[in-house]
Nanobody, 119 residues
Framework: QVQLVESGGGLVQAGGSLRLSCGFSGRTFSSYFMGWFRQAPGKEREFVAGISWSGASTFYADSVKGRFTISRDNAKNTVYLQMNSLKPEDTAIYYC????????????WGQGTQVTVSS
């Protein structure tokens, strides 16, 4: 089975930075497309960023373009989300997710890590 464990969440002031990590175990990490999602109170879960199997291609929601960077280290079975210029509206639970095929949805999810951005 695939297991995903997020870390790095916390409290940060607006304009600050935070780096989230997601450890992957159970299968071959490089075979999985990885993504980050977030869910704020009272809102639907939304896509934040995605990264292809090799890391050559990345995708971002318009709301985070230019501020967030997704990356992966296949040698460490870890995907990262570097978040800069954080805004209060970035406050949410952030989830790491994995999918095995490009045609499928995300099959595996972490438990989430809280990111709170104060003004």
């Amino acid at each position: 089975q695939v297991q995903l464990v997020e870390s790095g969440g916390g409290l940060v002031q607006a304009g600050g930075s935070l780096r989230l990590s997601c450890g992957f175990s159970g299968r071959t990490f490089s075979s999985y497309f990885m993504g980050w999602f977030r869910q704020a109170p009272g809102k639907e879960r939304e896509f934040v960023a995605g990264i292809s199997w090799s890391g050559a291609s990345t995708f971002y929601a318009d709301s985070v373009k230019g501020r967030f960077t997704i990356s992966r280290d296949n040698a460490k079975n870890t995907v990262y989300l570097q978040m800069n210029s954080l805004k209060p509206e970035d406050t949410a639970i952030y989830y790491c997710a994995a999918r095995n095929t490009p045609a499928s949805g995300y099959d595996y999810w972490g438990q989430g890590t809280q990111v709170t951005v104060s003004s």
